[in-house]
Nanobody, 121 residues
Framework: QVQLVESGGGLVQPGGSLRLSCAAS????????MGWYRQAPGTQRELVAS???????NYADSVKGRFTISRDNAKNTVYLEMNSLKPEDAAVYYC???????????????WGEGTQVTVSS
């Protein structure tokens, strides 16, 4: 079993900052990528940022220069530092991890349950 547990969401004023964390636990043999999606009411889930192992981070155009993704591979954890938050950043943020549980298993995606980010004055 694999679990992804997110933390760090909450209410913040426009222009403020939040830091999201997501830790993968359980049977984790290898992780190829971790990242964040978000979904606001009435919209489709969209990729916010991804951090592939040994690769370059990718960001949605709407968050470039404001959000920073990072990983702690020893802890199987991904972070999302969010600065200069705007009301349009408000959404449920979901972390994912593309990983394999054993040396012979295939890579597949696992998801967290989501954490709410509200940006409002």
């Amino acid at each position: 079993q694999v679990q992804l547990v997110e933390s760090g969401g909450g209410l913040v004023q426009p222009g403020g900052s939040l830091r999201l964390s997501c830790a993968a636990s359980g049977s984790v043999f290898s992780i190829s990528s971790m990242g964040w999606y978000r979904q606001a009411p009435g919209t489709q889930r969209e990729l916010v940022a991804s951090a592939p192992s040994g690769g370059t981070a990718n960001y949605a155009d709407s968050v470039k220069g404001r959000f920073t993704i990072s990983r702690d591979n020893a802890k199987n954890t991904v972070y999302l530092e969010m600065n200069s938050l705007k009301p349009e950043d408000a959404a449920v943020y979901y972390c994912y991890a593309t990983l394999k549980q054993t040396i012979i298993s295939r890579f597949r995606d696992y998801w967290g349950e989501g954490t709410q980010v509200t940006v409002s004055s």
